[in-house]
């Protein structure tokens, strides 16, 4: 094995622990984005005519914080574990979540399309657009963190066995 290969390596682990990271925080956004119109939406803090009720999917999307918790736990001793849990994790608090988000939006969105009709709101816009927007957002979000962690492990695996054969 060629000395070059193992800074290659951590230099390629490195980047995409930085990757990760930056999704990390956009995800933390848009998740206290959502706690925020939820907290106002039900705190009553606004008219409904300023801001809606919250969707049924935005409750169970609370819990993706969870996932990119794991992912950063992960990072400080390249805890494999933490990150495969991360990564299914993200699957049932994250995706699913937004999978149903855009079924139950759906009617709306497609009241909307057709009739030009919104009967929710978000400071004077539709609602379904808005949170269409920002589910559409999370879901960019949530697949490049999938696939940079898969890159992350298949790394760390990669520097694992190569450990072991030394």
Same mark, same amino acid.
């Given at each position: ?6 800074k290659s ?52 999307y609370l ?8 992912? +950063?736990?992960? %990072? ?5 574990? /933490? &990150? *495969? $849990? ?35 709101? +978000?400071?004077? %816009? ?5 949170? /269409? &927007? *920002? $589910? ?31």
């Amino acid at each position: 094995m060629h000395p070059l290969d193992d800074k290659s390596v951590a230099g390629e682990v490195v980047t995409l622990k930085f990757e990760i990271k930056k999704l990390i925080y956009v995800h933390l956004v848009i998740w206290l984005l959502l706690v925020a119109k939820m907290s106002v939406g039900h705190l009553r803090l606004l008219s409904h005519d300023q801001v809606a009720m919250p969707y049924q999917w935005e409750y169970p999307y609370l819990l993706s914080v969870v996932p990119s918790l794991l992912g +950063l736990l992960s %990072f400080p001793r390249n805890n494999i574990s /933490y &990150l *495969v $849990l991360s990564m299914i994790s993200m699957g049932l608090f994250s995706i699913a979540p937004l999978i149903y988000g855009s079924m139950e939006m759906f009617p709306a969105a497609q009241q909307l399309y057709r009739h030009g009709k919104a009967y929710r709101f +978000l400071f004077g %816009f539709s609602a379904v657009s808005v949170m /269409y &927007l *920002v $589910l559409v957002l999370a879901v960019q979000v949530h697949a490049w963190q999938l696939y940079y962690s898969k890159k992350l492990l298949d790394s760390w695996f990669t520097s694992t066995q190569e450990k072991k054969r030394k």
